[in-house]
């Protein structure tokens, strides 16, 4: 048999969208779904494999945008699609890519690049798949995308916390008392940073939110098509687990940027650059007061002044102090060498 391309690694040239009037308009996940109204998970699914186009394989971990998406004899999908373990998002993605490249090896199936997206939650791909993902993204042999879409909770299964819930949150797990007001006292795991400061052959890590819609179309097209494995990590706003309007998705999504709370950046080849509003932050922009993003939901409602003012405290710090705003969260050096003084 030949060798082909898709022995060094040759992915789809996937061009980024010039605007939104240059989107393709065919959808590759339709109608046929029962998320709730104003999901924005279910609308970064619709985006993600829009991006992608026709040859790909999307592989999705137990969640919302499984059990939702695919309920008895319906499905959205109209690329082929698997339902993987909750916590296996890292190890479907790697198992695909290399079941592709060597069937193709073995001219069992016609030699050409195919787009593997591998979808988690947060539960399932912060939490319970975090290992699986890491391992991936070591394997630099294999093209494939790990996209962690993040409600904040594990929500299909009634809104529990997650290590990605923020502070303070009600969650099912987390209920505001007479007693205790605060009950969920972590702050949130930097999942982005965290798998880009960690995973030096990972070419391409970025952070979206689906209200920015073209731009996350786009770093899902550079995450195919630079080669090897990458991570994305996407904020969505829940209208059940975060208890507010679902005409309001959209706003929280531009809100969760404009308060600093969820940096937009990409990492590609180690070099940080951040984009849209984000961008527009480090130049220079005011942060918006956190307090517009958290008392515009329900599970925020039991927050007192002291609770928003601790909030906006450590959005400050990863502002103020982090080493990369954001991004890395170790102590620039006059952070550092202010916090030894003071000791
Ligand atoms: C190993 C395992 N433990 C528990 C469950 C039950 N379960 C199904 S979906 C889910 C929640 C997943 O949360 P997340 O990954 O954040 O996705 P979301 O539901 O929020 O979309 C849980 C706990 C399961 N399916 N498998
Ligand atoms: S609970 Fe949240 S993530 Fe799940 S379908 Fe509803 S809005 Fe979407
Ligand atoms: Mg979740």
Partial sequence: MPETTMFDNATQILEAFRGIKKVTIEEYFTSGHRTCQGCESALIMKLMVKAAGPRTIVLGSTGCMYVAN???????????WMHTQLGSSGSAALGTAAGLKALMKKGKMKSEPINVIAFCGDGGGADMGIGAISAT??????????????NESYANTDIQLS????????????????????????WKKNMAGMMAAGHPECRYVATVCGSYAVEMMNKVRRALSIGGPTFIHSLD???KGWDYDPMLSHELGELAIETGIFPLYEVED???KYYGKTKAIVEGRARKPVREYLLKQGRFAHFTEEDLGHFQTKVDEMWNNWEIPGVIPFKRLDAAKSALDKK
């Fill in 137 to 150: 993204l070591t394997h630099k042999e294999y093209n494939s995308l790990i996209l962690l879409y993040d």
């Fill in 163 to 186: 290590g990605m819930t923020p502070y303070g949150a009600n969650t099912t797990f987390s209920p505001p008392g007479s007693v205790h007001r605060i009950i969920h006292k972590r």
């Fill in 237 to 239: 706003p829940c209208p």
């Fill in 70 to 80: 695919t309920t008895y004899y319906t499905t959205p999908w109209v690329v082929p």
């Fill in 270 to 272: 180690g070099i940080v």
